[in-house]
């Protein structure tokens, strides 16, 4: 981490779940991060990730618990190094998918998940027991992450979510796409994400040695990627977003806007889980399916929009992307509303 990764102050927040309504405990881990009360309490303000980390780590030593109090048996200290181990003896990502599912299913007992293969699309669904909005939530989105975030280090790259649909409302650090994806939906009648199948099948590629220092950094990679949201990533991708495709500027030209080299500038956004080419395709992405939700376009103007030359491109990485074409797409999204 750098120190200007930062995250918003609600995962503060939520990290303190499990010690709610014991004031001294929670004085103390707050201490042992560095995150002043007055801090806590201001709902706009931003954690550096690095006190962020060291106050997950200070909650789940003080309840023995790396989920943080959020299911009723938890997970004791060690677990997810366990189920780690497990992990980087399987010999693709499908493999390891079930598997890594299967062994948190050994510890959670509130909220757990099922993976199904529906033609060329992944999808994984959670049940959860949780009775308190705020506390299924965060236990979805940490559950979630952490999922995610293991298969993206096993196999060594980016594995972008096509679909995210959540059964509790918006949470209060807001839906940024990068996060969950573009086609992303609350208030559903349950919780799953979806991604193209064929991710299935990538060779694991992490072995003993990378795994060490893997858990050296861990909980901090996954916060970099998942929860650090005013990050060179999210700035770019938010830069593209605000201009037509065609006066979009290049790599080098975002770089020397930064004062950064090339390099530097691809790696940062490496260390944050994107390349920018990625970051260009989930902005066609991102318009896409705003387009496609919102308005009345022809399917036509909305590809040439996204960035497409022919509408029959745009079909075509519309059902990559989905598995349907878009005016099927916009049909059911006109049926839900």
């Not at 881990?29 to 706009?44: F, K």
Request: aromatic content about 10%; some cysteine.
């Amino acid at each position: 981490m750098q120190e200007k990764d930062s995250v918003a102050v609600y995962f503060a927040q939520a990290a303190l779940y499990g010690l709610r309504g014991q004031p001294e405990r929670i004085e103390a881990v707050l201490a042992q991060a560095g995150i002043s009360e007055r801090q806590l309490a201001d709902s706009s303000a931003r954690v550096a990730a690095t006190a962020f980390a060291k106050l997950w780590l200070a909650v789940a030593r003080e309840l023995d618990d790396e989920f943080l109090g959020y299911d009723s048996h938890g997970m004791p200290m060690g677990s997810f190094a366990l189920i780690c181990r497990g992990l980087i003896q399987t010999a693709t990502l499908g493999q390891a998918l079930r598997q890594c599912l299967s062994s948190f299913r050994l510890f959670l007992r509130d909220i757990q998940a099922n993976l199904s293969v529906r033609g060329e699309r992944a999808v994984i669904t959670l049940q959860n027991r949780q009775q308190d909005l705020f506390a299924r939530s965060v236990a979805e989105e940490t559950f979630l992450t952490a999922v995610i975030g293991l298969l993206c280090w096993l196999a060594g790259r980016r594995l972008p979510i096509d679909r995210s649909q959540f059964g509790h409302p918006r949470p209060a650090h807001g839906d940024d796409h990068l996060f969950w994806g573009p086609n992303l939906t609350f208030e559903a009648t349950h919780t799953e994400i979806e991604f193209a199948a064929s991710y299935l099948n990538l060779p694991v590629v992490q072995d003993l040695a990378s795994l060490k220092v893997f858990l050296r950094t861990s909980p901090q990679w996954l916060i970099v990627r998942f929860s650090n949201r005013q990050g060179l990533s999210s700035q770019v991708f938010k830069q593209l977003r605000n201009c037509h495709y065609e006066h979009w500027p290049t790599l080098a030209d975002m770089a020397d806007e930064r004062a950064l080299s090339i390099a530097s500038f691809r790696r940062q956004l490496q260390r944050e889980g994107f390349s920018f080419q990625e970051l260009k395709d989930e902005v066609r992405r991102a318009i896409a399916f705003e387009y496609l939700r919102n308005t009345d376009l022809s399917i036509a103007a909305i590809a040439e929009k996204a960035g497409f030359r022919e509408a029959s491109a745009f079909h075509r990485a519309f059902k990559q992307w989905t598995g349907e074409s878009p005016g099927h797409y916009r049909m059911k999204q006109h049926i839900s509303d």
